[in-house]
């Protein structure tokens, strides 16, 4: 496959994706994002082969059944009642990616950073030439607004239909651990370009991705990727542009 920005991109079928060892800096994806925003919400690989390929995450899980976080291996799911579950490790994902984290020193976050501020810090806290990157924070926030989405059954509708029903909560103050990754816009099609956070409170009372924050204080790891495998289910293409979504169907996505 073509390599942009600097970003190695390898397609993998499921049978090459369970041969796919885990490397350090080295992402690893469960489909693309055009065939997430498509409505392709069946799931693909169990949490447990995705998280062979990695211990820190972020996702979906079958038929968009909530926001997925993976930490220190662990998988999360935030369901769209703002609660928090251990999904059984044979449910599917339809959209993951993970990495084996192995950052670099912590950073200290001076707050309050509200979200822009943090996503401009974690920019320049990024390792050089990097061209995607996945980070940790651990912090206490002022306040956070996370959304999920309920579980969808078939016949599957585009995202952007589904996200008009998303549910968006508040929470706050809290301790929490914040993952997710940052992908260039080169890459639209493939992964959500720019920072995507998901927050797990510390005791796990709820959880979501991030809309919205501000930070009062934490600590940042950030792990530069330099290469993204893609596991491909039957019929998704990867093209890192090419019939991808356009910045503003992204932009209605990921925002409330
Ligand atoms: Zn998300």
Excluded: N
């Amino acid at each position: 496959m073509s390599v942009d920005p600097g970003l190695a991109l390898v397609a993998l079928d499921r049978a090459g994706a369970a041969r796919d060892p885990a490397a350090a800096h080295v992402a690893f994806q469960v489909s693309t994002l055009a065939a997430l925003l498509d409505g392709r919400y069946e799931g693909e690989l169990t949490l447990a082969e995705l998280t062979r390929h990695g211990d820190l995450g972020i996702g979906t899980l079958d038929g968009l059944d909530g926001e997925l976080a993976v930490l220190d291996g662990e998988c999360w799911q935030a369901r769209a009642d703002g609660t928090l579950h251990r999904p059984d490790p044979a449910t599917r994902t339809p959209f993951a990616v993970v990495v084996p984290f192995t950052p670099g020193p912590p950073e200290p976050l001076a707050g309050p950073l509200p979200l822009e501020a943090l996503c401009a810090r974690l920019d320049a806290l990024r390792p050089a030439g990097a061209p995607a990157c996945a980070v940790r924070v651990d912090g206490r926030l002022a306040r956070a607004r996370l959304r999920s989405v309920p579980r969808q059954s078939p016949p599957y509708r585009p995202l952007a239909e589904v996200a008009r029903h998303q549910a968006v909560w508040e929470t706050g103050p809290v301790e929490a651990t914040i993952v997710g990754f940052r992908f260039p816009a080169a890459v639209q099609a493939l992964e959500v370009p720019g920072w995507h956070l998901h927050l797990l409170a510390a005791d796990r009372s709820t959880g979501g991705h991030v809309l919205d924050l501000v930070l009062e204080r934490g600590t940042a790891r950030l792990d530069g990727s330099s290469a993204l495998h893609l596991e491909l289910p039957p019929g998704v293409v990867a093209e890192a542009r090419g019939g991808g979504p356009t910045a503003d169907a992204i932009r209605r996505i990921e925002q409330g």
